[in-house]
């Protein structure tokens, strides 16, 4: 059946899990090729086999973008298989937070190469096939998403070096999109709030225990689709539109 994005190809980072899994899932339901990209290759060939079931084409791309040799094969296979690429969407993230006092440094790296340097090295190989599609493809338009949060907007206790992370993220995705827009590449933020994914997972006990648990048992949060469905909308926007941000949260947050 013709859909939306069918023709087009796209590549989601950190689509193992979470948001990146249900956006890889939309994508494919709307008829777009798309590159899976992670760090866990059985969990991403999981996914390929469900997406392969539901008639749709996906190509599992086992990578660790804070590798920047790594995130330009990763782009490269993608282009290579597909022959093209439509739709980039910089989703790969970690969040451990954390008082800074007493703070470990190597989380703090782990979150700067993963949500800022990660998502640099992804966009920069990206984007001259980008370019490319929006000139001579057939919808003479190409999307960047990038998922940020709602952590890059307002600032917490505990979430100093996250926040720092994810505001960053918008102000590069802001000036990216004044540097591609012209020549039909959107570039967008879509910043989520609290969603039901492992992300909380990787943190110390205690951290679980003080920070993120008291908060999923008071709130009720986000299914990755429906942060999905935020990037399908994006990005099956008529070429004249463009979203620049998409805010969605929990309505017990709004
Ligand atoms: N959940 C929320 O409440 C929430 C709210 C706002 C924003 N967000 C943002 O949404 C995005 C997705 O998070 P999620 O909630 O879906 O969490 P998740 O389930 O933990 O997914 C994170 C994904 O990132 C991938 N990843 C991590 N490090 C990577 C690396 N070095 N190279 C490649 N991939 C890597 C993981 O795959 P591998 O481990 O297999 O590599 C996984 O697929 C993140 O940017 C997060 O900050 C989430």
């Known amino acids: 059946m013709e859909s939306k994005l069918t023709g087009t190809a796209a590549l989601v ?15 494919a339901e709307h008829g777009a090729a798309v590159a899976l990209v992670a760090r866990r290759q059985d969990r991403l060939a999981a996914l390929a086999g469900e997406i392969d079931k539901a008639d749709g084409t996906a190509l599992v791309v086992p990578a660790d973008i804070t590798d920047h040799t790594q995130a330009e094969a990763a782009v490269q296979q993608a282009v290579d298989r597909f022959g093209r690429l439509d739709i980039l969407v910089n989703n790969a993230g970690v969040m451990l937070l954390g008082p800074v006092v007493g703070a470990d440094v190597e989380q703090w790296e782990r ?25 001579q493809g057939p919808r ?5 998403v990038n998922i940020s949060s709602i952590a890059g907007r307002v600032a917490w206790n505990g979430y100093g070096v996250y926040n720092l992370t994810k505001f960053g993220v918008n102000g590069f995705t802001e000036s ?3 540097e591609v827009t012209q020549r039909h590449v959107r570039v967008g933020v879509l910043e989520p709030g609290g969603v039901a994914t492992e992300l909380g997972s990787h943190n110390r006990p205690e951290i679980r225990n003080e920070m993120i648990d008291p908060f999923y048992e008071q709130t009720e949060v986000l299914a990755p689709e ?19 941000e998409l805010w969605i949260m929990p309505t017990d947050q709004a």
């Open 111 to 135: 979150m700067i190469a993963t949500n800022v340097q990660g998502l640099l090295y992804t966009t920069r190989a990206a984007l001259p096939h980008l370019l490319q599609a929006a000139e």
């Open 13 to 27: 980072t950190g689509a193992s899990s979470g948001i990146g899994a249900a956006t890889a899932r939309q994508l």
């Open 176 to 178: 990216l999109r004044q």
């Open 140 to 144: 003479q338009v190409a999307d960047i």
């Open 226 to 244: 429906d942060i999905a469905d935020g990037v399908a909308y994006m990005v099956t926007r008529p070429r004249h539109t463009a979203i620049g």
